[in-house]
Protein backbone atom coordinates (compact mmCIF):
# COMPACT_ATOMS: atom_id res chain seq x y z
CA UNK A 1 0.00 0.00 0.00
CA UNK A 2 2.84 2.41 0.67
CA UNK A 3 4.26 1.52 -2.98
CA UNK A 4 0.91 2.69 -4.34
CA UNK A 5 1.08 5.94 -2.61
CA UNK A 6 4.71 6.27 -3.48
CA UNK A 7 4.39 6.71 -6.75
CA UNK A 8 2.06 9.57 -6.63
CA UNK A 9 2.32 13.14 -6.43
CA UNK A 10 0.77 15.18 -3.72
CA UNK A 11 -2.29 16.10 -4.91
CA UNK A 12 -3.14 12.77 -6.06
CA UNK A 13 -2.21 11.27 -3.10
CA UNK A 14 -4.45 14.22 -1.48
CA UNK A 15 -7.67 13.02 -3.43
CA UNK A 16 -7.06 9.42 -2.69
CA UNK A 17 -6.90 10.44 1.59
CA UNK A 18 -10.29 12.13 1.12
CA UNK A 19 -12.03 9.41 -0.71
CA UNK A 20 -11.12 6.60 0.88
CA UNK A 21 -11.49 8.39 4.55
CA UNK A 22 -15.17 10.33 3.43
CA UNK A 23 -16.18 6.12 2.20
CA UNK A 24 -15.10 4.77 5.28
CA UNK A 25 -17.01 7.42 7.09
CA UNK A 26 -20.13 6.49 4.73
CA UNK A 27 -19.79 3.06 4.81
CA UNK A 28 -19.94 3.33 9.28
CA UNK A 29 -23.09 5.94 8.88
CA UNK A 30 -24.56 3.58 6.40
CA UNK A 31 -24.18 0.69 9.12
CA UNK A 32 -25.39 2.85 11.86
CA UNK A 33 -28.70 3.98 9.95
CA UNK A 34 -29.71 0.58 8.85
CA UNK A 35 -29.00 -0.49 12.93
CA UNK A 36 -30.75 2.27 14.13
CA UNK A 37 -28.07 4.02 15.98
CA UNK A 38 -28.21 8.14 15.27
CA UNK A 39 -24.67 8.85 12.62
CA UNK A 40 -24.84 12.72 12.93
CA UNK A 41 -23.79 12.92 16.47
CA UNK A 42 -20.96 14.69 18.16
CA UNK A 43 -21.19 18.24 16.38
CA UNK A 44 -23.70 20.70 17.16
CA UNK A 45 -24.03 24.14 16.04
CA UNK A 46 -25.62 27.52 17.39
CA UNK A 47 -26.49 28.48 13.91
CA UNK A 48 -29.39 27.19 11.86
CA UNK A 49 -28.24 25.87 8.19
CA UNK A 50 -31.50 24.61 7.02
CA UNK A 51 -32.71 24.73 3.27
CA UNK A 52 -36.19 24.06 3.97
CA UNK A 53 -37.59 25.37 7.49
CA UNK A 54 -37.66 24.58 11.41
CA UNK A 55 -39.48 21.03 10.16
CA UNK A 56 -36.78 19.69 7.53
CA UNK A 57 -34.31 16.79 8.53
CA UNK A 58 -32.23 18.74 5.89
CA UNK A 59 -29.35 20.52 7.68
CA UNK A 60 -26.93 22.04 5.49
CA UNK A 61 -23.89 22.24 7.71
CA UNK A 62 -24.24 18.31 8.98
CA UNK A 63 -21.61 15.64 9.17
CA UNK A 64 -23.48 13.80 6.91
CA UNK A 65 -23.24 16.51 4.33
CA UNK A 66 -19.58 16.87 4.49
CA UNK A 67 -19.39 12.96 4.38
CA UNK A 68 -21.11 13.48 0.93
CA UNK A 69 -19.81 17.01 -0.47
CA UNK A 70 -15.78 14.75 0.50
CA UNK A 71 -17.09 11.53 -1.44
CA UNK A 72 -18.02 13.69 -4.18
CA UNK A 73 -14.81 15.93 -3.99
CA UNK A 74 -12.67 12.72 -3.67
CA UNK A 75 -13.72 10.65 -5.90
CA UNK A 76 -14.18 12.81 -8.85
CA UNK A 77 -10.33 13.98 -8.31
CA UNK A 78 -8.70 10.23 -8.42
CA UNK A 79 -11.27 9.51 -11.44
CA UNK A 80 -10.12 12.61 -13.51
CA UNK A 81 -6.61 12.93 -12.68
CA UNK A 82 -4.95 11.82 -15.00
CA UNK A 83 -8.02 13.04 -17.61
CA UNK A 84 -7.85 16.63 -16.72
CA UNK A 85 -4.10 17.87 -16.68
CA UNK A 86 -4.87 21.24 -15.40
CA UNK A 87 -5.39 20.63 -11.53
CA UNK A 88 -6.68 23.76 -10.75
CA UNK A 89 -9.54 22.97 -13.19
CA UNK A 90 -9.51 19.42 -11.96
CA UNK A 91 -10.22 20.98 -8.43
CA UNK A 92 -13.14 22.93 -9.42
CA UNK A 93 -14.58 20.08 -10.91
CA UNK A 94 -14.50 17.76 -8.12
CA UNK A 95 -15.74 20.92 -5.93
CA UNK A 96 -18.90 21.00 -8.48
CA UNK A 97 -19.50 17.31 -8.20
CA UNK A 98 -19.07 17.67 -4.28
CA UNK A 99 -21.96 20.35 -4.19
CA UNK A 100 -23.88 18.22 -6.48
CA UNK A 101 -23.69 14.92 -4.28
CA UNK A 102 -24.91 17.38 -1.56
CA UNK A 103 -28.04 18.33 -3.99
CA UNK A 104 -28.87 14.77 -4.66
CA UNK A 105 -29.22 13.42 -0.95
CA UNK A 106 -30.94 16.74 -0.36
CA UNK A 107 -33.64 15.23 -2.97
CA UNK A 108 -33.91 12.36 -1.87
CA UNK A 109 -34.10 13.15 1.34
CA UNK A 110 -36.98 15.18 0.49
CA UNK A 111 -38.85 12.33 -1.59
CA UNK A 112 -38.12 10.04 1.54
CA UNK A 113 -39.95 12.43 3.86
CA UNK A 114 -42.29 12.48 1.54
CA UNK A 115 -43.78 9.05 2.22
CA UNK A 116 -43.85 9.23 6.01
CA UNK A 117 -46.87 10.05 7.44
CA UNK A 118 -47.92 11.64 10.70
CA UNK A 119 -49.47 9.41 13.16
CA UNK A 120 -49.46 11.15 16.33
CA UNK A 121 -52.53 11.39 18.08
CA UNK A 122 -54.00 15.01 18.83
CA UNK A 123 -57.21 15.49 20.72
CA UNK A 124 -59.05 18.03 17.82
CA UNK A 125 -58.98 15.04 15.59
CA UNK A 126 -61.42 13.91 17.60
CA UNK A 127 -64.69 16.61 16.92
CA UNK A 128 -67.04 14.89 14.96
CA UNK A 129 -66.08 11.47 15.07
CA UNK A 130 -68.32 8.63 16.21
CA UNK A 131 -67.39 7.04 19.41
CA UNK A 132 -68.31 3.85 21.51
CA UNK A 133 -69.63 4.28 25.23
CA UNK A 134 -67.11 2.34 27.62
CA UNK A 135 -68.01 3.79 31.19
CA UNK A 136 -71.44 5.51 31.61
CA UNK A 137 -71.37 9.41 30.99
CA UNK A 138 -73.13 11.21 34.24
CA UNK A 139 -75.89 14.04 32.83
CA UNK A 140 -75.08 17.26 32.55
CA UNK A 141 -71.34 17.24 32.95
CA UNK A 142 -72.14 16.13 36.68
CA UNK A 143 -68.91 13.65 35.55
CA UNK A 144 -66.84 11.73 33.53
CA UNK A 145 -66.97 8.47 31.92
CA UNK A 146 -65.06 6.76 29.02
CA UNK A 147 -65.45 6.41 25.04
CA UNK A 148 -63.55 4.53 22.81
CA UNK A 149 -62.91 6.66 19.54
CA UNK A 150 -60.87 6.13 16.78
CA UNK A 151 -58.25 8.45 15.22
CA UNK A 152 -55.94 7.38 12.22
CA UNK A 153 -56.48 3.94 12.62
CA UNK A 154 -55.90 3.04 16.51
CA UNK A 155 -58.33 3.18 19.01
CA UNK A 156 -57.92 5.20 21.99
CA UNK A 157 -59.76 5.30 25.39
CA UNK A 158 -60.70 8.60 26.64
CA UNK A 159 -62.16 10.60 29.00
CA UNK A 160 -65.55 12.00 28.43
CA UNK A 161 -68.54 14.35 29.85
CA UNK A 162 -72.00 14.87 28.23
CA UNK A 163 -74.05 18.18 28.66
CA UNK A 164 -77.31 16.32 27.99
CA UNK A 165 -79.97 16.20 30.83
CA UNK A 166 -79.60 12.05 30.50
CA UNK A 167 -76.54 9.73 31.21
CA UNK A 168 -75.11 7.98 28.28
CA UNK A 169 -75.19 4.14 29.25
CA UNK A 170 -72.49 1.59 28.40
CA UNK A 171 -72.36 0.95 24.68
CA UNK A 172 -74.11 3.88 23.00
CA UNK A 173 -72.71 5.86 20.29
CA UNK A 174 -72.19 9.42 20.71
CA UNK A 175 -71.08 12.22 19.12
CA UNK A 176 -67.68 13.96 19.86
CA UNK A 177 -69.05 18.03 19.69
CA UNK A 178 -66.26 19.38 21.57
CA UNK A 179 -63.68 19.68 23.82
CA UNK A 180 -62.66 21.05 26.95
CA UNK A 181 -59.38 20.98 28.40
CA UNK A 182 -58.36 17.34 27.76
CA UNK A 183 -61.88 15.82 27.81
CA UNK A 184 -64.10 15.12 25.47
CA UNK A 185 -67.83 16.71 25.18
CA UNK A 186 -70.25 13.90 23.76
CA UNK A 187 -73.87 13.57 22.76
CA UNK A 188 -75.46 10.27 21.99
CA UNK A 189 -76.23 10.07 18.38
CA UNK A 190 -79.90 9.24 17.61
CA UNK A 191 -80.65 5.54 15.17
Do not use: C
Not at 57 to 69: E, G, K, Y
Amino acid sequence: MKEFFASMDGAQQFYWYIAIGASVIFIIQTIMTFIGADADTGVDADFDGNLDGGDSPFQLFSLRNLINFLLGFGWTGVSLYNLIPNKIVLGVVALFVGIVFIAIFFFIMRALMKLSEDNSFKIEETIGKTADVYLTIPAAKSGKGKIFISVKGSTHELSAITADMAEIKNGTLVKVIGIEGDILVVTPLSL
